[in-house]
């Protein structure tokens, strides 16, 4: 069995002092006027060795930090940004100290801020919307960390999140109906926004195709634009695809309604859309397009995850789904009725 490294190792590799090594894992480095460079070497260099089994004995050795950790992947979203309200609200509640950082959907970001939050020995880490969630626990069991998965899955720590099958079947079907109604016939339907491969986007977009076969119809496959949950990529692709109404659109989520509303606000004839997003907003509700939105229940996850973190036993893969509260939009006295 291949002996395991030591502090002596990482520092012989690392070209530093033992002392420098004992300062970037326990996160003091840079009160020593350690540089960024050295400790991002020393880290990875540790990483490389395993080194990080090693911090579940120092970690037992002090007491108790009372740090609890989170990763978000954006705060331009009210959904992430009631998430992180809330999650500080009950963690301090606790008695514990919450931190938490924005990594912007970059896996290398996410998997960085992790390493931090180990290396200042939080007690644990809820990873939110990750990108690629087991890198993360797989660096947390292996320092004795505890991991959480919140909106997105993985498969080596418990997850958190929302039915987005069943929330987007049920949203989808109120689509249908009421385009039908509002324009007499059947009209295209289209799904717009999120991420090829990401848990959440291929969940809703099995509920929107099962809501259309329901109906005895089906989806255009250049009807489904996936360029990603910003803006400026959804208003480009889903510009170019040139849709003319009367149709549907099914938005996966607030920020892609920002890019649709874009497009629909140069088509011919806007009046002639009607909209269902999958994430709530106040603002985005009143919009005349907008008959329903989907709001994640942010209290049900948070008191699932908090049920976690105080201790109830789970397997380590375990997924609870919860489900999304369907929001109907205001209907001012100009609209359609359906």
């Not at 976690?308 to 001012?332: K, M, N, Q, S, V």
Request: glycine share 8%; proline share 7%.
């Amino acid at each position: 069995m291949p002996r395991r490294a030591t502090i002596y190792d990482i520092a012989r590799l690392a070209e530093v002092s033992p002392g420098a090594v004992s300062s970037v894992l326990n996160g003091t480095w840079a009160k020593r006027r350690i540089s960024r460079m050295t400790a991002d070497r020393v880290n990875r260099i540790a990483a490389e060795q395993g080194y990080a089994v090693n911090f579940q004995a120092s970690m037992l050795r002090r007491e108790r930090s009372h740090v609890i950790g989170m990763i978000v992947p954006k705060y331009d979203n009210r959904y992430f940004g009631a998430i992180a309200e809330r999650f500080e609200t009950m963690a301090r509640a606790r008695g514990l100290f919450p931190v938490i950082t924005c990594t912007r959907r970059d896996p290398d970001l996410e998997f960085e801020a992790a390493r931090e939050m180990v290396s200042y020995q939080a007690e644990c880490l809820v990873v939110t919307g990750a990108t690629d969630p087991d890198r993360i626990a797989a660096l947390c069991h292996a320092a004795g960390v505890r991991a959480i998965n919140l909106d997105l899955p993985g498969r080596l720590a418990p997850s958190v999140l929302s039915d987005n099958f069943d929330g987007a079947l049920r949203l989808t079907r109120l689509l249908v109906r009421r385009t039908e109604a509002d324009f007499g016939a059947p009209v295209p339907l289209w799904f717009v926004g999120g991420r090829v491969g990401d848990n959440n986007t291929t969940e809703r977009l099995r509920g929107f195709h099962a809501a259309l076969a329901e109906a005895g119809r089906s989806a255009e496959p250049s009807h489904i634009v996936t360029p990603g949950y910003s803006s400026a990529p959804v208003a480009a692709e889903l510009g170019r695809a040139a849709p003319a109404a009367p149709l549907g659109i099914f938005a996966n989520s607030t920020i892609a309604v920002e890019g649709v509303m874009r497009v629909v606000a140069g088509l011919p004839d806007p009046a002639g859309v009607r909209m269902a997003c999958f994430d709530w907003d106040p603002f985005a509700a009143l919009l005349p397009q907008m008959i329903a939105m989907a709001r994640q229940d942010v209290e049900g996850m948070l008191a699932r995850l908090f049920a976690l973190i105080d201790g109830e036993e789970c397997p380590a893969a375990a997924r609870t789904e919860i489900p999304c509260i369907l929001e109907l939009a205001p209907r001012p006295s100009g609209r359609a009725a359906g």
